[in-house]
């Protein structure tokens, strides 16, 4: 892995992947292709619902926390389903809402359930994980709606969840780019806005463009692909003037905009199609004058957080449980 120093001169694009797979990345698509995993881009939303949430939900013992909690956020016309992880319920903690992956039609706050165990123990927080609505059902900007609403939430009644030391908010893949998207909200929204201390963001989609290098060299066979992607945006959007909004593409924010968020960590992988445009945003960042510490693997696939445990017979990504101790300890540091 590499870290990512973004106010110096670009790093070449074939520095950015490694020359072979990580060994557990490459096991793991070996597997897929042995069991006959199908197309994404071939199946319904809720087949790929339960392909995924299959292969994201093993049955096995969770890691422990001292307290999990179900509730449901009251909203205009709906409810939000949060679950709520409390490493430590004598303490008063930092608060993290975090937002789980998907492309916003698939998975749920089971499937990652694993991430937002690992991030409040390694993390000591409250982690605050949101069930937000999913397209085509709901399309956007239903998920950017709820997740606004759930952060905002938090942090009215940060007293009651036994948090109040700080705020953050963290996702993966689509649920990074709610977690900055409410940030750019919270800095555009003055009255009532909850105040936003950090982002942690898991290779974050930046932007409704598939004309980039990453797109191109990671087009196929390596876990998210081209094809899934326009997949998702297509369940997703409702067209593409829809694409084109700052609520779905935050790297076409305003510098303005930008140089009031809070500070970022970030991390990427050299073997994804969205690299390219996370490390534009990374840099957007960095010009508009905000702290971005960027953590690169460049021999692992999307979405390698959340494969630090997975049903059987698919194997673990080290990797996995590694970038969940690394964005625990950056949350500590950030709330010290």
């Known amino acids: ?29 070996n597997t897929l292709e042995d069991e006959g995993a199908p197309d994404l881009t071939q199946l319904s939303p809720e087949q790929a619902r339960t392909l ?19 509730r449901k956020i009251p909203a205009y016309a709906r409810d939000i389903r949060v679950r709520i992880y409390d490493p430590d319920p004598d303490q008063t903690l930092p608060a993290v809402v975090y ?5 916003w039609v698939v998975g749920s706050i089971d499937t990652h359930d694993k991430v937002a165990r690992s991030v409040a123990n390694h993390g000591q927080c409250v982690v605050v994980s949101v069930d937000y609505r999913k397209g085509p059902e709901h399309p956007f900007p239903g998920a950017v709606e709820d997740a606004y609403v759930a952060t905002k939430w938090t942090a009215d009644n940060a007293a009651e969840l036994g948090a109040g030391a700080g705020l953050a908010v963290a996702g993966e893949s689509a649920g990074a780019t ?28 930046t932007d ?11 087009a196929e066979n390596y876990f998210l692909t081209t094809r899934g992607m326009v997949w998702f945006w297509n369940h997703y959007l409702r067209n593409d003037i829809d694409g084109a909004n700052l609520r779905a593409s935050p790297l076409r924010a305003p510098e303005r905009v930008l140089a009031e968020l809070p500070p970022v960590t970030m991390y990427s992988s050299g073997y994804d199609p969205l690299r390219t445009e996370q490390f534009a945003y990374g840099r957007a960042l960095a010009a508009a004058g905000v702290s971005v510490e960027h ?10 957080a959340n494969m630090s445990q997975l049903a059987d017979p698919f194997p673990a990504v080290e990797a996995g449980a ?6 625990g300890k950056a949350l500590r540091e950030a709330f010290e």
Request: charged share 30%; no cysteine; aromatic share 8%.
């Open 1 to 29: 892995m590499m870290q990512i120093d973004h106010t110096q001169s670009e790093i070449e694009s074939d520095e950015l992947r490694a020359e072979e797979l990580d060994s557990d990345a490459q096991a793991l698509l």
């Open 52 to 70: 995924l949430g299959d292969l994201f939900t093993p049955d096995v013992e969770p890691e422990p926390v001292a307290s999990v909690d179900d």
């Open 178 to 205: 709610l977690a900055t998207v409410v940030a750019q909200m919270a800095v555009e929204k003055e009255l009532g806005a909850p105040e936003i201390d950090h982002q942690v963001l898991f290779y974050p989609v």
């Open 208 to 218: 409704h463009s598939f004309d980039t290098e990453s797109y191109e060299v990671n």
């Open 295 to 304: 953590t690169h693997y460049e021999d692992m696939i999307h979405d390698f």
């Open 99 to 103: 937002f789980h992956g998907g492309g």
């Open 322 to 327: 590694d970038v969940q101790e690394r964005a």
